[in-house]
């Protein structure tokens, strides 16, 4: 951080993926109390939930340049500037987008517990399989609207898309999911990927503020009311966003051998 603010070019430029990359690895060494390093117990699920993370992100970026096989986009919710040329930009993009999903799921997984000291645990019950379905549904016509008729007015159905699509989908393919934790009574994960989102989004965008190769945004609505380069209403964003960060992970995890280690 010292580095970028005495404009340390290279620091500067690369500093939102250096400061996830040593929150990443701290969030860890936190877990690692409890016995649960990935770094430690499961280097390898460790890089491949970064890995995943990278096409996780890539969705995204895609309803943000909906005709993303034009260099001039157009970008419809944020903007990148200060980026260096390629091939350094690629690796500049592959390393940010690989400390996504890490940076949500590390951290809710470390605060779960003490969410869970307050929640406490639900009575559960079975949730009806129509009301699966109909999640499903809704969410298919929330991913497709903005890529059919693309719109700075959407952001918010971007967001909810994916995790209302998904989550069914891996509570019945038997993954993780937030249905099959009501089903249970597990009130906690839920809870934790909702405050983990929000504590991860200010990190962003303050980390972000402080680089040289940054994004910023336009919305509709009270867009010149900022934290950071942030609209104050698009901080709303990053509780469902991690949501689709879970559900995404399981769905592409679910799909490639073995299991991750449970949480």
């Not at 040329?85 to 951290?107: C, E, K, N, Q």
């Not at 069914?168 to 937030?178: D, F, H, Y």
Request: one cysteine or more; aromatic letters at 14%; a positive charge.
């Amino acid at each position: 951080m010292a580095l970028a603010l005495a404009h340390v070019g290279i620091v500067e430029q690369n500093l939102t993926p250096m400061c996830w990359t040593g929150f990443i690895l701290a969030v860890d060494g936190m877990l690692a109390a409890r016995g649960r390093a990935w770094l430690r117990h499961a280097p390898g699920e460790l890089a491949l939930m970064a890995a995943i993370s990278i096409p996780s992100w890539l969705l995204f970026e895609l309803y943000d340049r909906p005709r993303f096989w034009l260099a001039s986009g157009p970008e419809l919710w944020w903007h990148y500037s200060g980026l260096p040329p390629w091939p350094w930009r690629g690796l500049g993009y592959a390393w940010s987008f690989a400390t996504i999903t890490p940076a949500v799921l590390l951290l809710a997984e470390l605060i779960e517990p003490a969410i869970a000291r307050v929640a406490g645990q639900g009575k559960g019950g079975r949730v009806p399989a129509e009301l699966g379905v109909g999640l499903t549904v809704f969410g298919g016509i929330l991913a497709a609207v903005p890529l059919l008729w693309p719109s700075r007015y959407f952001a918010a159905d971007v967001w909810l898309a994916w995790p209302l699509l998904l989550d069914p989908v891996n509570r019945r393919l038997g993954r993780p999911s937030i249905l099959g934790d009501l089903e249970d009574g597990r009130r906690s994960r839920a809870l934790a990927l909702l405050g983990s989102g929000i504590v991860c989004g200010v990190l962003w965008e303050a980390w972000n503020w402080l680089a040289s190769a940054r994004w910023s945004y336009t919305v509709p609505f009270l867009g010149s009311v900022k934290l950071y380069a942030m609209p104050l209403l698009g901080f709303l964003g990053f509780a469902p966003f991690a949501f689709a960060v879970f559900a995404l992970y399981h769905f592409l995890r679910g799909m490639l051998p073995g299991r991750p280690p449970a949480w």
